[in-house]
């Protein structure tokens, strides 16, 4: 069974840095992408990132240039490192590995890591 677990959330001021953790685990289908999202109070889930299967990345554009996101694949890891955090990234960031099971494309989720951005 597939499971994602985030860490590295918590509370910084604006200009900080945080890097976030994805640890997966039963990863025995192949990977089509994996990336992470985020979901701000009143907002829909929002793609921050993202890495696609053979190695290009995708990122939004409110935060190229602040964050990069990478892999361990030995290890089954996904980071996202975040700099020069601002107020509008405060919220709660989910990762994701969309995988390919019995010939279909299913997603899977973590149960979020909180970020919040605040003087």
């Known amino acids: 069974q597939v499971q994602l677990v985030e860490s590295g959330g918590g509370l910084v001021q604006p200009g900080g840095s945080l890097r976030l953790s994805c640890a997966a685990a039963?990863?025995?289908?192949?990977?089509?992408?994996m990336g992470w999202y985020r979901q701000a109070p009143g907002k829909q889930r929002e793609l921050v990132a993202r890495?696609?299967?053979?190695?290009?990345?995708d990122y939004a554009d409110s935060v190229k240039g602040r964050f990069t996101i990478s892999r361990d694949n030995a290890r089954n890891l996904m980071y996202l490192q975040m700099d020069r955090l601002e107020p509008e990234d405060t919220a709660v960031y989910y990762c994701n590995y969309a995988l390919w099971v019995s010939g279909s494309l299913r997603d899977y989720w973590g149960q979020g890591t909180q970020v919040i951005v605040s003087s």
């Open positions: 890495i696609i299967s053979g190695g290009p990345t």
């Open positions: 039963g990863m025995t289908f192949s990977i089509n992408d």
